[in-house]
């Protein structure tokens, strides 16, 4: 399945298959009763999402957008879920993909705690490129999604884009 940039893979609360990103990149945004959308994550080639159905069926905590074209493989719940009944190995596969981005997300906690505003910019460009060597973060997400992204107010992502 391809995607478009700007084309949602599945909406909040909504129920269906997991899908593994072969190339692209999505974001997961979620919905607050107020209107209001946050950036939850990034979601990079290679990735099974979402992660919180890896071991059991649950509805889609947010709406999953690609951010670039995108190549998505649907696989089918009862396919995924029987798969790991049968080779009980594929769970080691899912602790370890799901450490991983643990692992990430610890990583962007101590960023969002232990740096600079410009370096927390810079950090996050630096981490986009490894992925992404041709593009800016800039060029891919809203000013608004970087500074939640890495907790800054918009105001102060422009002004620190401004000055890199």
Do not use: C
């Not at 919180?52 to 709406?63: A, E, M």
Request: charged residues 25%; aromatic residues 8%.
């Amino acid at each position: 399945m391809f995607l478009h940039k700007g084309e949602v893979l599945f909406r909040q609360g909504e129920s269906g298959p997991l899908f593994e990103l072969k190339s692209g990149l999505l974001k997961v945004v979620r919905v607050h009763e107020d209107g209001t959308a946050s950036l939850l994550n990034l979601i990079l080639p290679g990735e099974v999402i979402p992660h919180h159905s890896l071991i059991s069926q649950k509805d889609y905590h947010g709406t999953a957008i690609a951010l670039l074209p995108a190549e998505v493989e649907v696989i089918p719940e009862k396919q995924w879920y029987r798969g790991l009944s049968e080779n009980p190995e594929k769970y080691r596969e899912v602790a370890q993909l799901l450490q991983t981005r643990l692992r990430m997300m610890q990583q962007r906690i101590d960023q969002l705690t232990a740096v600079s505003t410009k370096d927390r910019v810079l950090l996050l460009q630096n981490w986009f490129q490894q992925y992404f060597p041709d593009l800016s973060v800039k060029d891919v997400l809203t000013q608004e999604e970087i500074g939640q992204f890495v907790g800054l107010r918009r105001e102060t992502v422009n002004r620190v884009l401004r000055h890199l």
